[in-house]
């Protein structure tokens, strides 16, 4: 009956695959960069809203297949919000209990979704959602998914449509159609380890380049490899950026780190919004203002290019905070200096 559960489940799991079609890679439109192009993989479109889609079902198929989750099996994941979302959406599916352990700040709109798609949140102080997680699993016979174990190795890296094979079969008919650089910033750190396995294992030229927010302990790690460092706060980009180096954060893949500021990634965020014509989470904000340092410096070396990176979730999430003038002031502080810097970029393609 076990074994039999364990079939069912993973074909459900595939039927929605096989239901949802590939995210958008969406160019921006930036006359400024003659011969650079940008180009962002929209993973806000995924059923639960952001890249964390992939993620959790990687992390179903995993647990499936390793004979850690079956009928009944309780799931319970740390998690800032995005995550939990996707990892409620699929319990759901499978009828399956599911608890996120969530840092107290977390985003009432994220703890609404997580809700919504039949979770419960277990809200503790962020120092503690590793050992809650542990302790709650413990007691209710449950699975502890742990994401930031796992994730660097529940996702196909070699190919089978993960996301840096979706990336580069989207490029083939742009110009420039292996990028110069992938951008991206890391929450678990399982999405640079497969995009940093991939481009070796098929030989590619392009560079995978890591963008860190404040208070995040992997820019760090990267210059030294101390496994040991810690952080005394968290980050307030939500999504990315971990008090301790994560045991799914690969380094030794990643080509090139960039520290970005917090200020810097919102009001990048907002400079992107006027883009698109639409709202976009303060990741991408950190991820684009890499995209943009990284374009700035190939213009002033005369180099021409592509530049790919991740649009990780909607805005809507956020409309509480980074979309909120007065909880920016509070919580991350002057953003202007860096409006007039892009301001110059829209004048220029660089970034003073």
Not at 71 to 98: H, V
Not at 218 to 225: A, I, P
Request: charged fraction near 20%; proline fraction near 4%; aromatic fraction near 10%.
């Amino acid at each position: 009956m076990t074994r039999s559960w364990v079939n069912w489940a993973i074909g459900q799991i595939e039927a929605d695959f096989q239901r949802s079609a590939d995210t958008h890679l969406i160019k921006l439109d930036l006359p400024q960069l003659a011969d650079i192009d940008i180009y962002l993989k929209d993973e806000s479109t995924h059923p639960t809203g952001s890249l964390k889609h992939r993620l959790a079902r990687s992390l179903f198929l995993y647990g499936l297949s390793n004979g850690w989750i079956r009928q009944d099996t309780p799931i319970i994941e740390s998690s800032s919000g995005s995550t939990a979302i996707s990892e409620a959406y699929f319990a759901r599916l499978l009828g399956l209990e599911f608890i996120a352990v969530i840092p107290k700040s977390t985003a009432a709109r994220k703890i609404a979704q997580i809700e919504f798609y039949g979770g419960r949140c277990h809200l503790v102080e962020p120092s503690q959602i590793y050992l809650e997680s542990e302790r709650l699993a413990q007691e209710l016979g449950g699975h502890y998914m742990d994401q930031f174990t796992y994730a660097e190795r529940a996702t196909d890296w070699r190919g089978n449509n993960n996301i840096a094979d979706s990336i580069f079969h989207q490029m083939q008919l742009e110009r420039f159609a292996e990028p110069s650089y992938i951008v991206m910033s890391p929450g678990t750190g399982g999405t640079s380890a497969t995009i940093g396995r991939y481009l070796r294992y098929q030989r590619k030229a392009t560079e995978l380049c890591v963008v860190d927010p404040d208070n995040s302990v992997f820019f760090d790690y990267f210059n030294n490899r101390d496994k040991t460092l810690t952080t005394g706060a968290c980050s307030r980009i939500e999504g990315i950026g971990r008090p301790r180096v994560e045991p799914s954060f690969i380094a030794e893949v990643v080509d090139r780190m960039i520290q970005v500021p917090d200020p810097a990634s919102i009001a990048t965020m907002l400079w992107l919004e006027q883009k698109l014509g639409r709202k976009i989470g303060a990741s991408t904000g950190t991820n684009l203002y890499g995209v943009l340092q990284l374009a700035s410096e190939m213009q002033a070396q005369g180099r021409q290019g592509s530049l790919v990176t991740l649009l990780c979730d909607s805005g809507d999430r956020y409309l509480d905070s980074y979309y909120n003038p007065a909880w920016v002031a509070e919580h991350i502080g002057d953003i202007s200096p860096y409006q007039q810097q892009l301001m110059h970029f829209n004048q220029t393609g660089q970034l003073s």
